[in-house]
């Protein structure tokens, strides 16, 4: 089992850049494929991008394509989002997500762990 803890959420205004962190628990991270997904208020919960266990295969979503870049870092158990060229439509909370050696797939039911989510909010 692993447990994630994002951060990294904030007020900034469109055009600007904040970078995601999500922290996991346990010895094992390097096994695990890593999604961000967002909620908005009112909407589903949407992918973002994921990355493969080995970090050798990323995706995106097409609406961030070009402008967030998903990485991780296995030796310190972390997952990084960095998004720039922010717009307000990308307002909602962000959740990191892991998966057993998953497939980095842009469906939430792949993923069996999951944070409590940050608050990205982009101003006009």
């Known amino acids: 089992q692993v447990q994630l803890v994002e951060s990294g959420g904030g007020l900034v205004q469109a055009g600007g850049s904040l970078r995601l962190s999500c922290a996991a628990s346990?010895?094992?991270?390097?096994?695990?494929?890593m999604g961000w997904f967002r909620q908005a208020p009112g909407k589903e919960r949407e992918f973002v991008a994921a990355?493969?266990?080995?970090?050798?295969?990323?995706s995106y979503a097409d609406s961030v394509k070009g402008r967030f870049t998903i990485s991780r870092d296995n030796a310190k158990n972390t997952v990084y989002l960095q998004m720039t060229s922010l717009k307000p439509e990308d307002t909602a909370v962000y959740y990191c997500a892991a998966a057993k050696f998953g497939t980095a797939t842009m469906l939430s039911t792949g993923y069996a762990y999951w944070g409590q989510g940050t608050q990205v909010t982009v101003s006009s």
């Open positions: 990355i493969s266990w080995s970090g050798g295969r990323t």
């Open positions: 346990g010895r094992t991270f390097s096994t695990y494929s």
